[in-house]
């Protein structure tokens, strides 16, 4: 390897400050994206035309930039926009056939994600669609994720371990009589990896392992945490529905069908290493085609997962940097106001994690940098009562 491949090698990470700007347009853009979403969802408005938007933005956002670059670099959207729901729990993002559309006092899951250079950041957001406080069962829910997440902001920093993190979003989904959804992992990131080899479990159990990691300066996570009011174990209904896939690049395989072939190439062509949606596709031959491509791991799909009828599921999201000078969250959208049933004023563990800082103190004077709106030099405790636009 040459010193220039070496020096490239060792700078694709937070240690590169071209890097860092990358991961922080891609998050503005997903952030600004997120909010666009948002203000799209109100009753009988369409599900698959606020995906669209929402995925639009962020190619048309990120189409603008590095235009001169010497050479090509690659962006756009790094996980299709997703709408799930009440129990639907994640991944839904219809076909444009599909006539589902949000209702009056919905719990909708948005998902997105955007990169820059294969340098993602990813965001979910949960939104009641109602005026004034969330209340009952919905606040709680949603409560405990957000409250989930503002502890693994905290426990995700260098020295720290992964088992760290699963074991205290399930105390905090306890103190709330809500579940920590299982299956979720919340993943490193890479430059065009989504879902990298250091993991964090939601929920420990026999079926799901992941291997012990210690977090290290410089790296990148998802931090992605789904609370439910039922049990918290969802199930595939129907596969019909799924229609996000990445293409799993380590698999080989001669398909037989001329179809299956067709849609394979294109997925080659337009989408080789990001997740995309079927509807990006031409749909007609997509159907047929997807299936042989699953069925021989040429794709992974990303299934659309459901709790029980009347279940509420809440889903908070998050890229975060870890610095050397501590943990910035560069991706969120502030809640609306909780009132939640349950409260954690007397939970003394669940207080001393959310007491904890996210930026590292160094020796010495000088001034403390003002964080940019959304973060703080040291983020303070949070406070429980309303829960509003924290983050």
């Given at each position: 390897?040459?010193?220039?491949?070496?020096?490239e090698?060792?700078?694709?990470?937070?240690?590169?400050?071209?890097?860092?700007t990358?991961?922080?347009?891609?998050?503005?853009i997903?952030?600004k994206?997120?909010?666009?979403?948002?203000?799209?969802?109100k009753p009988?408005?369409?599900i698959?035309d606020?995906?669209?938007?929402g995925?639009n933005?962020?190619?048309?956002?990120?189409?603008?930039?590095?235009?001169?670059?010497?050479k090509?670099i690659?962006?756009?959207?790094?996980?299709?926009?997703?709408?799930?729901?009440?129990?639907?729990?994640?991944?839904?993002?219809?076909?444009?056939?599909?006539e589902?559309?949000?209702?009056?006092?919905?719990?909708?899951?948005?998902?997105?994600?955007c990169?820059?250079?294969?340098?993602?950041?990813?965001v979910?957001?949960?939104?009641?669609?109602q005026?004034?406080?969330?209340?009952?069962?919905a606040?709680?829910?949603?409560a405990?994720?957000?409250?989930?997440?503002?502890?693994?902001?905290?426990l995700?920093?260098?020295?720290k371990?992964n088992?760290d993190?699963?074991e205290?979003?399930?105390k905090?989904?306890a103190a709330y009589?809500c579940?920590?959804?299982?299956?979720?992992?919340?993943?490193?990131?890479?430059?065009?990896?989504?879902?990298?080899?250091?993991?964090?479990?939601?929920?420990?159990?026999?079926?799901?392992?992941?291997?012990d990691?210690?977090?290290?300066?410089?790296?990148?996570?998802?931090?992605?945490?789904v609370t439910?009011?039922?049990?918290?174990k969802?199930?595939?209904?129907?596969?019909?529905?799924t229609t996000?896939?990445k293409?799993?690049?380590?698999?080989?395989?001669h398909?037989?069908?001329?179809?299956?072939?067709?849609?394979?190439?294109?997925?080659?062509?337009k989408?080789?290493?990001?997740?995309?949606?079927?509807r990006?596709?031409?749909?007609?031959r997509?159907?047929?085609?997807?299936?042989?491509c699953?069925?021989?791991?040429?794709?992974?799909?990303?299934?659309?997962?459901?709790?029980?009828?009347?279940?509420?599921?809440?889903?908070?999201?998050f890229?975060?940097?870890?610095?050397p000078?501590?943990?910035?969250r560069i991706?969120?959208?502030?809640?609306?106001?909780?009132?939640?049933?349950?409260?954690?004023?007397?939970n003394?563990?669940?207080?001393a994690?959310?007491?904890?800082?996210?930026k590292?103190?160094?020796k010495?004077?000088?001034?403390?940098?003002?964080g940019?709106?959304?973060e703080?030099?040291?983020?303070?405790p949070?406070?429980?009562?309303?829960?509003d636009?924290?983050a």
């Amino acid at each position: 390897m040459s010193d220039d491949e070496l020096k490239e090698e060792k700078e694709l990470d937070l240690s590169s400050n071209e890097v860092v700007t990358k991961y922080k347009s891609a998050a503005e853009i997903v952030n600004k994206a997120l909010q666009l979403v948002i203000s799209e969802c109100k009753p009988k408005a369409k599900i698959v035309d606020i995906c669209e938007k929402g995925d639009n933005f962020i190619r048309e956002q990120t189409g603008n930039m590095y235009k001169n670059a010497k050479k090509k670099i690659e962006k756009g959207v790094a996980f299709p926009t997703c709408l799930s729901v009440n129990n639907t729990v994640c991944h839904f993002s219809p076909l444009a056939t599909d006539e589902s559309v949000l209702e009056e006092n919905d719990i909708v899951k948005i998902d997105m994600g955007c990169h820059i250079d294969g340098f993602i950041a990813v965001v979910a957001h949960t939104h009641a669609i109602q005026s004034g406080p969330v209340t009952g069962r919905a606040a709680d829910v949603l409560a405990a994720a957000n409250t989930a997440a503002e502890v693994a902001l905290r426990l995700v920093r260098p020295g720290k371990n992964n088992k760290d993190v699963t074991e205290a979003i399930q105390k905090v989904a306890a103190a709330y009589d809500c579940k920590i959804v299982e299956g979720v992992l919340s993943h490193q990131l890479k430059q065009f990896v989504i879902d990298g080899n250091k993991a964090i479990l939601s929920v420990s159990n026999p079926e799901t392992r992941v291997d012990d990691a210690e977090f290290e300066e410089n790296e990148v996570y998802s931090i992605d945490i789904v609370t439910s009011t039922g049990e918290g174990k969802p199930k595939l209904l129907d596969e019909k529905q799924t229609t996000i896939y990445k293409r799993a690049v380590d698999k080989n395989y001669h398909l037989k069908m001329k179809a299956s072939r067709f849609i394979f190439s294109e997925i080659s062509q337009k989408f080789p290493i990001m997740p995309f949606t079927a509807r990006a596709l031409e749909e007609k031959r997509a159907r047929l085609g997807l299936v042989e491509c699953v069925n021989h791991e040429l794709l992974q799909p990303y299934p659309v997962l459901h709790e029980k009828p009347g279940d509420l599921v809440a889903h908070i999201k998050f890229t975060v940097l870890l610095m050397p000078n501590g943990s910035d969250r560069i991706t969120s959208h502030p809640l609306q106001q909780l009132q939640p049933t349950k409260s954690i004023d007397d939970n003394a563990e669940i207080k001393a994690w959310l007491a904890l800082g996210t930026k590292t103190k160094k020796k010495g004077g000088g001034k403390k940098k003002k964080g940019k709106k959304g973060e703080s030099a040291e983020t303070e405790p949070m406070d429980e009562t309303s829960n509003d636009a924290t983050a």
